[in-house]
């Protein structure tokens, strides 16, 4: 399929290349990470700690940012690079002081705690550190990773400050910049809180083959209509400069990429940008997928904000089973009703996927 109205505004060559680093690149060139000590306190936690780190009396709500990236790296690692804090709760009121250290389990595996160091008296501490679990890339996908933040208190009564919780089934492994990620408080009851990556607003319409007279076929359109996206990840004041990129997969050409312009500044941006997709042969719009994915715009490697497929979610194209068709929900709902609805806009208000399976 492609693009009737090429719309590559100009924003440098941010492809998938340039947010996705190499293993190598990422683990000797990038900022010198350090790998934090970590054996011993693994050894001594008990089992006990993993749900009260030493005894969990605070109570403070929960609120900031913690900056990390993932990565398996050839050595056969998992390392999290935990890059900083922002706006961290204070923990301690009566002193106003907040010692704040990051913690993390990689579940169902009990025994496994790393930390970083801890900083002294901030609420935006800088860590640069990495934390680095031994483990085979194929049991990746049983595993969870919990990310939490933790004040530690000199009288032991450590103060929890929030949390991230990473599902590795789901995780994309091209994904591997440092990334904003919003703290989440202890009741994992709320998928929803937990998993709130913002919202896209899209029109999507499909224009059928016209009837042509004769033996020639014609072939019809999927016109995408972005409008905005709301509620994206809270990042460093003042927001975010995002823009979206869509791919009709099958096809991952350069051809089949569109973009939209880069919306500074803001954290609900409105993109009013339409994008047109040709050459659908009847039935083909059954086999194809829709990948809308929102970036934050960096001269350096753009990140990862969230994403979406919209498609009949089969888990197949043209007979061939893939991964990316994995729509879910209003995935598959938008892209039903535009089917039903042809020559007519139908609109919806997607949640953003925090991670998308990688398509092979
Ligand atoms: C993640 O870790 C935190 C802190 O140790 C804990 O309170 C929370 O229950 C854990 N989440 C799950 C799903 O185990
Ligand atoms: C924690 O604080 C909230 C609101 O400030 C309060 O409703 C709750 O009872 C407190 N919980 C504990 C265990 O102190
Ligand atoms: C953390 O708290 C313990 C007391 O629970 C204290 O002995 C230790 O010095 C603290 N660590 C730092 C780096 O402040
Ligand atoms: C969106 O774009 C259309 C046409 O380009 C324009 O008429 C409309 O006013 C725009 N809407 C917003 C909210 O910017």
Redesign the pocket.
Known sequence: FVPLIPQDEGVDSEDDSSSVSSYGSDLSGRRGFTASSLSVTERTGSLLSVYSD?GDFGNVTVQGSVEFALMYSPLGELVIMVEQCQDLAIANPRKQRT?PYVKTYLYPDKRSKRKT??K?RTVNPVYVEALRYKVKREELPGKTLNLSVWH?????RNVFLGQVEINLRTWDWGHESLTWYNLQPKTADNPEAQENHGLLCVSLKYVPPEPRGGSKLGTGEIHIWLREARQLHRLRPPGVDSFVKCYMLPDTSKKSRQKTRVVKKSLNPVYNHTMVYDGFRPDEVREACCELTVWDNNKLSNQFLGGVRLSLGSGQSYGKKVDWMDSVNEEVEIWEKMMANANSWVEAELPLRGSMTPRK
């Open positions: 030493a010692d160091s801890i002294k530690n208190d000199s009288l032991g």
